[in-house]
């Protein structure tokens, strides 16, 4: 029987593995969409474009979760990733920055289904500040740190100008968040206890003209 | 005296170097608009949260570009950089769904200024066939293939729903696209010679939860 838990709690597990189990989950998530109870390390290889082996070495970090033969139980590996990445109740998420991405990222309707609601809304302009977006209200920036500490929020994205976006980072710190999805063009510098991913189309464009042609 | 072109013909660089040049240059951008003309790999690793070793690693796979002790010269190495990544004239990009995303991404103002010049729009929907975002027509995408393929266009966006994705994703490849930075939440399938960058906001919250305590 794994106990994905107590794996977690025991060894360090390498962060590139841990940055593919939120695929691996989403694969599930589509076999189980399909109708299908149990799958194969190869299913998920050929879904993934990773090789078998890789995938069973990944989940191996954190328990047995097939038997040799038989592949794995859909749902049973589901809500082992989801004790896993800690997903197994609703997160609240500040978003900071209402332009048009925090607009698109407010209006997602991705983030409830996947275990993310966004629960406030931030921006610094007055003509926001007390609209709705997505029905939810717009706070003045300015009691960002309070606002947070007060709603527990532990998790928020940064979706600001680059020129605010490390007083920013430095004000979600402050109020106890520990992960930020950064959407500014930028390395936010934080402390090594807070989590930081960054999604710039910019520099995902520029690694691939690496191996384009004209 | 450095060779980029000749360093970059003459071997393989690890894929995940590749993904680094794009965060040095845009730190080495920010750093020239401080000011400042000359920087070493201390800098920089100050700067990006990488060590000045790996950082002086990176580099030295595509040549010699500072000198013991006097650092690099800041509007050289970008130079170089750019060289490297064929950032030397504008890339035309085609952004295929034009929701939400897709229209915070055709209005996205750090495209141009870093060598991406949005040039085509597709969307399936007939009341967003011929309407303009950010002055750029949207076409059909009935007419994808025959559209990019005229236009000559190497890169696309897609934001396409999920359902349409790999379908969609298939005729960028028929159309000559070597390229694709990918919102929908899904692995592509693609022949070895086209790149894939995936972004997909949820994977990346949940790589972070995984660290996180409630």
């Not at 969409?33 to 194969?40: H, R």
Request: aromatic share 6%; with cysteine.
């Amino acid at each position: 029987m794994a106990d994905a838990t107590n794996a977690k709690r025991n060894k360090v597990v390498p962060d590139i593995v841990v940055g593919r189990l939120p695929l691996y989950l989403r694969t599930l998530i589509r076999l189980e969409e399909e109708g299908k109870i149990v799958t194969s390390s190869q299913e998920l290889a050929t879904r993934l474009g990773f090789s078998s082996a890789q995938i069973r070495k990944d989940l191996s970090h954190f328990g047995e979760f097939g038997k040799q033969g038989t592949g794995y139980n859909i749902a049973y590996l589901m809500q082992q990733l989801k004790n896993i990445l800690n997903l197994d109740a609703m997160w609240d998420v500040a978003l900071v920055g209402v332009g048009d991405l925090g607009h698109a990222l407010a209006r997602y309707g991705r983030f409830v289904p996947k275990g993310f609601r966004i629960a406030a809304l931030f921006d610094a302009d007055p003509r926001k500040i007390g609209t709705r977006v997505n029905n939810i209200p717009v706070q003045n920036s300015e009691h960002i740190v309070d606002a947070i500490k007060q709603a527990g929020i532990k998790i928020a994205i940064l979706a600001v100008p680059l020129d605010v976006a490390q007083d920013t980072a430095d004000r979600l710190v402050e109020a106890g968040v520990q992960a930020i999805l950064n959407y500014a063009p930028t390395t936010l510098i934080v402390p090594p206890n807070v989590k930081v991913q960054n999604i710039d189309p910019i520099a995902h464009l520029q690694k691939m003209t690496y191996y384009c042609e004209r």
